[in-house]
């Protein structure tokens, strides 16, 4: 199946920095999610971005599909931030569930 | 406007009991999808439905566990006979077919004493 590697493991940042989250993965896919799970276990979407990229306000994400990963960047980081980064694939049609990599525990001290 | 609703959100029981779980998805969706995440690990795939058809079981999904949508709305999951290994958090998406990104409800998290 689908191989989902996500990097860095863990990540501790002053608040106001800059961070990059990556997500490499071992297949063409047709669908690629990043989630923000908070501490009480909700996934919370953040982007669909199977290729391309996109904005959201502190967040923004490319996906490089041909090379077969993806970036999430946050900006001016808050405390608010802190809690799991998960990167999700997938393919359209019927085979259509996710891959989930195992996270990145991002961690914004004040 | 509602999300993707579960239903309990937390479930303590004995080995050996069994247990079953709802998911309520987003109205107009017509895929439904169960996962199970457990501690330090991202959630791994379940079982999906589109409308009421099962379409895949993972082989995670042993002969223990079964799921149901009867009339393509809502879906429940059954475990007979829990084993400790059980404990995890069972989480519920829903996507509509044509779109693919899924959305998740706030799970159920399930302790097998």
């Known amino acids: 199946g689908i191989q989902v590697e996500q990097s860095p493991p863990d990540l501790i940042l002053q608040e106001g920095a800059n961070s990059t989250l990556r997500c490499n993965f071992s297949?063409?896919?047709?669908?690629l999610q990043w989630f923000h799970q908070n501490p009480w276990g909700q996934l919370i979407n953040l982007f669909y971005?199977?290729?391309g990229t996109k904005q959201n306000g502190r967040l923004s994400a490319t996906t490089v599909a041909t090379e077969r990963y993806s970036l999430l960047y946050i900006s001016s980081s808050q405390t608010t931030d802190s809690g799991v980064y998960f990167c999700?694939?997938?393919?359209?049609?019927?085979?259509?569930?996710?891959?989930f990599g195992k996270g990145i525990t991002l961690s914004v001290r004040p | 406007d509602t999300g993707v609703s579960q239903d309990p959100r937390h479930k303590i029981t004995k080995r050996g009991q069994n247990v079953t779980f709802r998911c309520d998805p987003i109205?107009?969706?017509?895929?439904l999808y169960w996962y199970r995440q457990t501690l330090g690990q991202g959630p791994e795939f379940l079982t999906y439905?589109?409308?009421?058809?099962?379409?895949?079981k993972s082989r995670l999904l042993s002969d223990r566990f079964s799921a149901e949508r009867p009339k393509g709305s809502f879906s429940t999951l059954e475990i007979q006979r829990t084993e400790q290994g059980d404990s995890a958090m069972y989480l519920c998406?829903?996507?509509?077919?044509?779109?693919?990104?899924?959305?998740f409800g706030p799970g159920t998290r399930l302790t097998v004493t």
């Open positions: 998406a829903s996507s509509l077919w044509g779109r693919e990104e899924q959305y």
């Open positions: 297949d063409s896919v047709n669908n």
């Open positions: 971005i199977p290729s």
């Open positions: 999700a694939v997938g393919y359209t049609g019927a085979n259509s569930k996710l891959t």
């Open positions: 109205s107009e969706h017509n895929r």
């Open positions: 439905f589109q409308n009421e058809a099962q379409l895949e």
